[in-house]
């Protein structure tokens, strides 16, 4: 069981916009940054959003993030085949001092 | 350009040690304010934070993985490293290693990941 929890799986059309919720408490969402990863089958995780909004040199700003409280969402808009992929959620927990995951969320695009 | 690699052992026999080792190329890991650490991923499963290291030596672990881990650093080989004792078939995983920024889980630069089964 992650301390984070993301819905398993989303879809959506090519082009059409998505959402992943990333759902967590006071002690880590809500007073620590969070982070979202793009896990393409078979790759190493890549990081997409840091800062709960602030994107890596060479992410598109298809790719967005907000936090609201003790919840975070990626979101994704003008959707591609090639954005296919697990998205994980992550923020670092103050009480278990240590980096936690959520369980991710499978893309597919229709 | 910042390169993680990680070696060791791909086959590790159930209550023996697994050691695995990150070798850190394009930059110095004690020239610099981050954290290195060490992610696996159990097959068709998620992503789980193992632990981090300071280059002094400062050490964060999950606490689920507490008592069987250990990360050390070696700065004069530009190397980090993993131990995971007492191993069992609920260890096998791709484990990889990366830079951590150390407050918010940002891990910016990745290893290509090593696969350990645990199996007699």
């Known amino acids: 069981q992650s301390v984070l929890t993301q819905p398993p799986s989303v879809s959506a059309a090519p082009g059409q916009r998505v959402t992943i919720s990333c759902s967590g408490s006071?002690?880590?969402?809500?007073?620590?940054?969070v982070a979202w990863y793009q896990q393409l089958p078979g790759t190493a995780p890549k990081l997409l959003i840091y800062d709960n909004n602030k994107r890596p040199s060479g992410i598109p700003d298809r790719f967005s993030g907000s936090k609201s409280g003790t919840s975070a969402t990626l979101g994704i808009t003008g959707l591609q085949t090639g954005d296919e992929a697990d998205y994980y959620c992550g923020t670092w927990d103050s009480s278990l001092s240590a980096g936690v995951f959520g369980g991710g969320t499978k893309l597919t695009v229709l | 350009q910042l390169q993680l690699q990680e070696s060791g052992p791909g086959l590790v026999k159930p209550s023996e040690t697994l050691s695995l080792t990150c070798t850190v190329s394009?930059?110095?890991?004690?020239?610099?304010?981050?954290?290195w650490g060490w992610i696996r991923q159990p097959p068709g499963k998620g992503l789980e934070w193992i632990g981090n290291i300071f280059y002094s030596g400062r050490t964060y672990y999950n606490p689920s993985l507490k008592r069987r881990v250990t990360i050390s650093v070696d700065t004069s080989k530009n190397q980090f490293s993993l131990r995971l004792t007492s191993v069992t078939a609920a260890d096998t995983a791709v484990y990889f290693c990366a830079r951590d920024h150390g407050s918010s889980c940002i891990l910016d630069n990745w290893g290509q990941g090593t696969l350990v089964a645990v199996s007699s």
């Open positions: 006071s002690s880590n969402i809500g007073n620590k940054n």
């Open positions: 394009g930059g110095s890991i004690s020239r610099s304010s981050y954290f």
